[in-house]
């Protein structure tokens, strides 16, 4: 699946799930993924920073916006 492919559902979940974990680390919120989810997480991630939903801080942390 490539970024183009990635639906607004898949970005609002993640957002869903960094706001309910704020502050933690790209493998901090993979874990608390079911393993399906987990192999989608690099490109719905990669995804949800590109169309702002999503940051991160210099010390890698997720929050969103």
Known sequence: ????????????????LVQQHP???AAELSALLS?????????VLRAARECC????DDEGR???T
């Open 1 to 16: 699946m490539s970024g183009a492919e990635v639906g607004v559902h898949h970005r609002r979940r993640l957002r869903a």
């Open 23 to 25: 502050g933690r680390t």
């Open 35 to 43: 393993a399906a989810d987990r192999g989608m997480f690099a490109v």
């Open 53 to 56: 939903e999503i940051r991160t």
């Open 62 to 64: 997720y929050w969103a």
